[in-house]
């Protein structure tokens, strides 16, 4: 079974902190993603990097960068956090589009979610 | 551009009811087509999901969605509803690139006993 797994299931930080949250998957994925969801708005991409030390933002990047160093660990980091980022963060992993039967795009595995709250 | 909506931020259906829960996408492209549910306090977990073949796609806990192609639909269905099945269902789109997905905002689903 694909394992995504999250440094924190919950955290509280306080505003101005720089807030750093891990992502670590077992399965080779190339693509990996965070997201975050907010009641009523489903989820939003923040950044996705499909390979080591590529990213590509999402449709909500301010106020967030990443880190891919390694093809395992995607991070998040909050540069200064301010309490409109205080919601629920869920990081994701797929196979590159291709690479799994000659489909042009592959399910997503999500872990378990960081609730993050800045005070 | 692509997108999701999810008809209905809210269903509550009682329990041995039938679940219909609607998705109704914008593609420029065919697209690829998932339902996601997510448990209280957890992570999305796949339920199915469209990849152009078969347009009846089943999934898991007696779940299933059609694909129509003329009503740019994907609504989730299951005949009796459990107890068990009471979370929150998201529909999502992938674009042609592959590797981006677009999700709905989500449908909170009540069993009622």
């Known amino acids: 079974d694909v394992k995504v797994t999250q440094s924190s299931r919950y955290l509280v930080k306080r505003t101005g902190e720089k807030v750093f949250l891990e992502c670590v998957q077992d399965m080779d994925h190339e693509n990996m993603f965070w997201y975050r969801q907010d009641p009523g708005l489903g989820l939003r991409l923040i950044y996705f990097?499909?390979?080591?030390?590529?990213?590509e933002k999402g449709d909500i990047p301010e106020g967030y960068s990443v880190s891919r160093e390694k093809k395992e660990r995607f991070s998040l980091i909050l540069e200064s956090a301010s309490t409109n980022q205080t919601s629920m963060y869920l990081c994701?992993?797929?196979?590159?589009?291709?690479?799994?039967?000659?489909?042009?795009?592959?399910?997503?595995?999500f872990g378990p979610g960081t609730r993050l709250t800045v005070l | 551009a692509q997108s999701v909506t999810q008809l209905g931020s809210h269903v509550s259906v009682s329990e041995g009811a039938l679940v219909l829960l609607r998705c109704n996408y914008s593609s420029s492209v065919p697209p690829y087509l998932f339902w996601y549910v997510q448990y209280p306090n957890q992570g999305l977990q796949l339920l199915l999901k469209y990849t152009s073949a078969a347009t009846l796609v089943k999934g898991i806990n007696g779940f299933e969605a059609e694909f129509k192609k003329s009503e740019t639909s994907f609504h989730l269905t299951k005949p009796s509803a459990h107890m068990s099945d009471a979370a929150e269902y998201f529909c999502?789109?992938?674009?042609?690139?592959?590797?981006?997905?677009?999700f709905g905002t989500g449908t909170s689903l009540t069993v009622i006993p």
């Open positions: 994701a992993s797929s196979l590159r589009a291709g690479t799994s039967g000659g489909l042009r795009t592959n399910e997503q595995f």
């Open positions: 999502a789109v992938s674009v042609n690139t592959g590797n981006q997905f677009y």
């Open positions: 990097s499909y390979d080591v030390k590529m990213k």
